[in-house]
């Protein structure tokens, strides 16, 4: 990675299984890097083992660098985070179990169209991710949506817009050029040397 580059419009997305050295190593080289954000996406992972894994990044990120928790909601109220990112269909059924309820002070959540993105608007969510818009490994063989994608999705909504999928330093510029608040990024994080 180039060291005068600034991540503060990018959210780095975990993914252990990418990582050539200790993940806990990994995750507190990411953190000097000062990102907007890391989701702890680890969603392969038991309830009961990623709640410890939850409890160790967020004692590396504290103060530092804010923690999302994915989808479990449980571990994330057990380990005090605040922050949580949910599949869109997990969101649904978290705002039908819970209509009013305000536990976490950030909810992001993933877009694949203009129309989701505008749900998860009404559904609460403070930001979303959109994607993907570049061919990527984590989406082999299917094509990107396309910057004109992520466009339509920034203008028809009102929360911060995070491109996804085949994100790098290199276009982090073009995208916020298209409307987007900054990118997401998993494998430029997880195998920097």
Do not use: W
């Not at 160790?56 to 999302?68: D, F, S, T």
């Not at 909810?107 to 969510?125: D, F, K, N, R, Y």
């Not at 929360?159 to 916020?176: C, D, Q, R, T, W």
Request: glycine share 8%; with cysteine.
């Amino acid at each position: 990675m180039i060291e005068s580059f600034s991540y503060e419009h990018m959210i780095c997305v975990t993914n252990r299984h990418l990582c050539e050295e200790d993940f806990y190593e990994r995750i507190e080289k990411i953190v000097q890097k000062k990102p907007k954000a890391i989701i702890l996406r680890e969603k392969d992972l038991p309830e009961e083992e990623y709640e410890k894994m939850l409890f160790a990044c967020k004692q590396i990120c504290e103060g530092k660098v804010p923690l999302y928790a994915h989808s479990f909601y449980h571990a994330a109220r057990h380990a005090g985070i605040e922050r949580i990112h949910f599949p869109l269909p997990m969101l649904r059924r978290y705002r039908l179990e819970h209509p009013e309820e305000k536990e976490f002070s950030g909810i992001g959540t993933s877009v694949h169209s203009v129309t989701e993105a505008l749900e998860a608007q009404q559904l609460g969510a403070s930001y979303v991710t959109a994607g993907h818009v570049f061919a990527t490994d984590c989406k082999k063989g299917l094509p990107g949506r396309g910057i004109s994608f992520l466009q339509e999705v920034c203008k028809a909504v009102s929360i911060p817009v995070y491109a996804i999928g085949g994100m790098k330093e290199s276009n982090l510029n073009l995208m916020m050029k298209l409307g987007a608040a900054g990118s997401c990024m998993m494998s430029g994080f997880m195998q920097d040397k």
